[in-house]
């Protein structure tokens, strides 16, 4: 069953600007995950982010995670045309079983 | 390193025909799942290996799906009698030590592009 809800859908915007991508999930967790899925490929772990974390970074993704209003968002500085693809963000759900929940994502389209 | 290997890439068949997707996880990894992605209802778990043993089968669609692993570097999802409705990306993942508390990744095959006529 979906837990994460990314918003927006799709994001289309120039390399160089910032791209800020969120996610809402629906029961509590244990951690947090975004993945990345390049057309006709699959998909591929960008970062992890534990309930007790309120920020992360890795390189130029950074993501926070307010488990308050059960929300994360995705944040990609100085994109690239490399970073077209669609994004997911992942919950396990810490009551229930073992399935990695992913939302439906959001498609990024970075131009030159 | 080989990441997840799945075989083939793309299935094109005829309604009633059985499918057989195969999948080689990342050597090492004892976890194994199977998904299934669609533009309707996103990715979703079909299933879920712990050290060879299936653990949670509950997004097994119906009993035209069945999936095993024999050993800890292969498995299989089948569907027979295969209907329209299955066609979708399958995508098999592998991880190290998947738990409820897991902090490892999953690593994704480029998946199978079924499509049944």
């Known amino acids: 069953s979906q837990q994460g809800e990314e918003d927006p859908q799709a994001l289309s915007i120039q390399e160089g600007e910032n791209a800020t991508m969120n996610c809402s999930y629906k029961?509590?967790?244990?951690?947090l995950q975004w993945y990345r899925q390049n057309s006709g490929r699959g998909l591929v772990h960008l970062i992890l982010?534990?309930?007790?974390?309120r920020e992360k970074h890795s390189g130029r993704l950074r993501v926070t995670l307010d488990t308050s209003k059960k929300s994360s968002s995705l944040l990609i500085t100085a994109s690239r045309a490399a970073d077209t693809a669609s994004y997911f963000c992942?919950?396990?759900?810490?009551?229930?079983?073992?399935?990695?929940?992913f939302g439906k994502g959001t498609s990024l389209l970075v131009t030159p | 390193d080989a990441g997840v290997i799945q075989s083939p890439r793309h299935e094109v068949t005829e309604m009633g025909q059985e499918v057989t997707l195969r999948c080689k996880p990342i050597?090492?990894?004892?976890?194994l799942f199977w998904y299934r992605q669609t533009m309707m209802r996103g990715l979703e778990l079909l299933i879920y290996?712990?050290?060879?043993?299936?653990?949670?089968d509950s997004g097994m669609p119906e009993d035209r799906f069945s999936a095993k692993m024999p050993n800890a570097s292969f498995s299989t999802l089948k569907i027979q009698p295969s209907e329209p409705r299955d066609s979708a990306v399958y995508f098999c993942?592998?991880?190290?030590?998947?738990?409820?508390?897991?902090?490892?990744?999953?690593?994704f095959g480029d998946g199978t592009r079924l499509s049944i006529l």
């Open positions: 993942a592998s991880s190290l030590e998947w738990d409820r508390q897991s902090r490892q990744p999953q690593h």
């Open positions: 029961t509590s967790i244990n951690n």
């Open positions: 982010i534990r309930s007790n974390e």
């Open positions: 992942a919950t396990v759900d810490s009551n229930s079983g073992y399935a990695l929940n």
């Open positions: 050597s090492g990894h004892n976890s």
């Open positions: 290996f712990n050290n060879n043993v299936p653990i949670d």
